[in-house]
């Protein structure tokens, strides 16, 4: 049953991985044709020389932070207090949840909205549609199937492993068990253990939609700040990805550690966490010449992406994140606790809005 649990887990895992492949490719051919006067990043300081050692700079400091971020949460072992079955572990996820949600409405979505009612596009149909909420939407309940449509299949699974365990164990075991405990302490216990492994791979399916939705935008912003040539947006802009991406770590490292990966499991989700934007600002410096963050394509890909990734992280934040964990048992009979929880929220949530007005 574990090993069931944990090759689904690993196959979604390679989807998931594969997809953010997938995308790094198609924005490395993006076409630059058709380029508009203005960019996003505005017209009034531009210095190539000082822009590059920018996101040199950049490329080191994100790097270091998103590591620390994803990697405290996976190293609380050693941190009793840290742990998730403490008070700490829940406030720490409840302010990182904070942080997530803020990213989508206040990062995100507007980023999609600034991409897909650019003046570089023509006004129909863009300009005749909300074409950013609309996709969120979609995204979102996409996001909704994927969650239902895995749970109930491996839970399926489950329940038939369940089943041929326990037929197999009838037929040396169940008789003396019976005999010793009776028949309510044997069919208590599988239920535990299958409800046992219903939360783990929860845990493991929210993980994973939450960091695919995660790599989605930071490719994007990555991207986009490796192809600009202005550094009066990109120093403030390398402070605010430090603060989003060390705080966004510790939620996702969050969901992984309760997941329980492997060692190998563990590594390789860090990985591409911590490196996703800094390979996008690399990857950014070498189509610069190109890659053009205000042509019709780059604006109408990135917008698309954008809100599909809005849709994911409102969605994860809400339901997967903050609701599972304020409906849950723990909250509820903890009033203070909770109450502690709600003001870790609207910190985390406040801060990533504040850093908005830079970036």
Not at 87 to 109: E, Q, R
Not at 149 to 164: H, Q, T, Y
Not at 207 to 235: F, K, Y
Not at 319 to 331: H, I, R, S, T, W
Request: net charge neutral.
């Amino acid at each position: 049953m574990a090993s069931s649990c944990s090759s689904a887990s690993s196959s979604s895992l390679n989807i998931t991985l594969s997809t953010t492949i997938l995308l790094i490719l198609f924005f490395a051919i993006l076409p630059a044709n058709g380029e508009c006067d203005q960019s996003k990043y505005g017209e009034g300081c531009h210095d190539r020389s000082k822009a590059m050692k920018l996101k040199i700079i950049a490329i080191s400091s994100i790097l270091i932070t998103s590591m620390v971020g994803v990697c405290l949460p996976l190293f609380s072992r050693a941190v009793p207090a840290l742990q998730p079955d403490r008070d700490l572990f829940v406030v720490v996820k409840a302010f990182a949840s904070g942080v997530i949600l803020a990213t989508g409405y206040m990062h995100v979505l507007p980023d999609s909205f600034d991409d897909l009612r650019s003046e570089c596009l023509p006004e129909d149909p863009w300009h005749k549609f909300p074409f950013t909420t609309f996709i969120a939407m979609l995204a979102a309940i996409f996001t909704l199937m994927v969650d239902s449509f895995s749970i109930s299949f491996f839970n399926k699974k489950i329940a038939n492993s369940s089943a041929v365990e326990a037929s197999d164990h009838n037929g040396t075991n169940q008789v003396k068990e019976l005999q010793q405990f009776g028949h309510g302490h044997g069919h208590g216990h599988g239920h535990v253990q299958c409800q046992d492994s219903r939360q783990l791979l929860r845990y493991r399916v929210v993980a994973q939609v939450l960091e695919a939705g995660i790599l989605v935008h930071s490719m994007v912003i990555g991207l986009s700040m490796g192809a600009s040539d202005n550094p009066c947006t990109i120093r403030p802009l390398i402070a605010a990805l430090c603060f989003h991406q060390f705080f966004e770590g510790m939620g996702l490292g969050g969901s992984i550690l309760q997941a329980e990966y492997g060692l190998k499991v563990k590594a390789i989700m860090a990985f591409f966490f911590s490196s996703t934007t800094p390979f996008g600002i690399a990857l950014g410096i070498g189509l610069s010449k190109v890659y053009s963050d205000s042509s019709p394509t780059s604006l109408i890909v990135e917008g698309v992406l954008n809100a599909v990734s809005a849709g994911l992280l409102n969605y994860m934040a809400l339901v997967d994140l903050l609701a599972a964990e304020f409906m849950g048992p723990k909250l509820q009979k903890n009033l203070k606790l909770q109450g502690l929880s709600y003001i870790a929220v609207l910190l985390g949530a406040g801060g990533m809005a504040l850093m908005a007005k830079w970036a």
